[in-house]
């Protein structure tokens, strides 16, 4: 370059490649990149919710040790996985119709357990579903006949009784519609004194002939918390400010290697 030549600035862009500023880039993205990660972390303590997995409801648990007779079931043990051993009795095997399984409408089994705990309750079990009545009454009617004192252990999820509906005027007074308990002391045999839960347990396993009822879990309501969405958003912003402000310091250090240029050029008497 001749002597008493000026270098010509640097475009933005070479200000940009510039060793201390590519390291100043480095270090804003890792910046960023922390500030990027905690939002990331705000908006999932945000979701509050459970998954299935984690739910104590999906833990097998004995029936007595979430749930008394008598009253009404908590909320907390509604569609809770149990287990309970007993015996059912001969003639209790009834049809419940207006059963929904996996959007087709159809026909419950029910039975009526009595448990081997002390003392001894009794609990609708649910057994199984079938889209015909004709095949409902049948398997009910084979129960019932074939019906053993034996002690069998019933695994399934329980669920809080339903309250009994009026028949129409033109239906059998005497259909049973819903699981409801109500109904049920009303019907079932040999009840005397012995205590009642308030809920039927629907089984995992069903008799030859029915299917097998679909009995999801329960699914929990999400909700937002919205202070930590509000963090989240302001991570995200300092994460993007940190690159804005990594541009700006190089834009500024051009502009003043420009003005420094400028003068020099001036000084020199440079003349164009």
């Not at 804003?28 to 979701?47: I, P």
């Not at 833990?59 to 908590?74: H, M, Q, Y």
Request: net charge negative.
């Amino acid at each position: 370059m001749p002597s008493g030549t000026v270098e010509p600035p640097k475009t933005l862009f070479r200000t940009m490649l510039e060793p201390r500023w590519i390291a100043m880039l480095l270090l804003a993205l890792l910046v960023s990149g922390a500030f990027a990660w905690l939002g990331q972390w705000q908006l999932e303590r945000a979701v509050i919710s459970t998954e299935t997995v984690d739910q104590p409801t999906e833990r097998t648990r004995a029936l007595e040790d979430v749930a008394e007779t008598g009253g009404s079931l908590r909320d907390s043990v509604i569609g809770q996985l149990v287990e309970v051993t007993g015996t059912y009795v001969p003639g209790d095997f009834l049809v419940v119709s207006n059963r929904v399984n996996l959007d087709r409408t159809g026909y419950w089994v029910t039975g009526h357990l009595v448990t081997e705990t002390e003392p001894e309750a009794s609990i609708a079990v649910a057994l199984g579903w079938t889209e015909e009545r004709e095949v409902a009454d049948e398997v009910a009617a084979d129960l019932n006949a074939g019906a053993e004192a034996s002690a069998v252990k019933i695994a399934g999820r329980l669920n809080a009784s339903q309250a009994p509906e009026l028949p129409d005027e033109d239906s059998d007074p005497f259909e049973l519609t819903t699981m409801s308990t109500a109904a049920f002391v009303n019907i079932w045999s040999e009840l005397g004194d012995r205590p009642v839960y308030n809920g039927y347990v629907v089984s995992d396993d069903a008799p030859e002939t029915l299917t097998v009822i679909d009995a999801p879990a329960v699914v929990e309501e999400v909700s937002l918390n919205w202070l930590n969405i509000f963090y989240a958003i302001e991570w995200i912003v300092f994460a993007g400010f940190a690159v804005f402000v990594w541009f700006h310091l190089v834009k500024d250090a051009k502009s003043r290697r420009d003005e420094e240029a400028e003068l020099e050029r001036t000084g020199n008497g440079h003349v164009d």
